[in-house]
Nanobody, 118 residues
Framework: QVQLVESGGGLVQTGGSLTLSCVASVASGSTFSIGVMAWYRQAPGKQRELVADMTRGARTNYADSVKGRFTISRDNTKNVVYLQMKSLKPEDTAVYYC?????????WGQGTQVTVSS
């Protein structure tokens, strides 16, 4: 079992910035490796959508709606993935979920709320 703990969500005004973090861990004494790490989001009444993902080799992929405003990064030594969000818009309001593809399977975080006020 891989545990994902997200943090960094909150309320911000239009044009503001937030950085999300997601730490992946397993029980003490266990080992695992992580491939792709990703961020998804789900707005009320909408389907969950991919925001950005990043391979272990640092290849990135972004949704068109966030290109140029969001940056995904990761620290493979700490099993952490970040999502730096700038120039936030009200349409970015959603619950943001971390997702990892690990040697133990694919896992989702519990989600963190991001609300952008106009």
């Amino acid at each position: 079992q891989v545990q994902l703990v997200e943090s960094g969500g909150g309320l911000v005004q239009t044009g503001g910035s937030l950085t999300l973090s997601c730490v992946a861990s397993v029980a003490s004494g266990s080992t695992f490796s992580i491939g792709v790490m990703a961020w998804y989001r789900q707005a009320p009444g909408k389907q969950r959508e991919l925001v950005a993902d990043m391979t272990r080799g640092a290849r990135t992929n972004y949704a068109d709606s966030v290109k140029g405003r969001f940056t995904i990064s990761r620290d493979n030594t700490k099993n952490v993935v970040y999502l730096q969000m700038k120039s936030l818009k009200p349409e970015d309001t959603a619950v943001y979920y971390c997702n990892v593809d690990s040697s133990r399977g694919k896992y989702w975080g519990q989600g963190t709320q991001v609300t952008v006020s106009s």
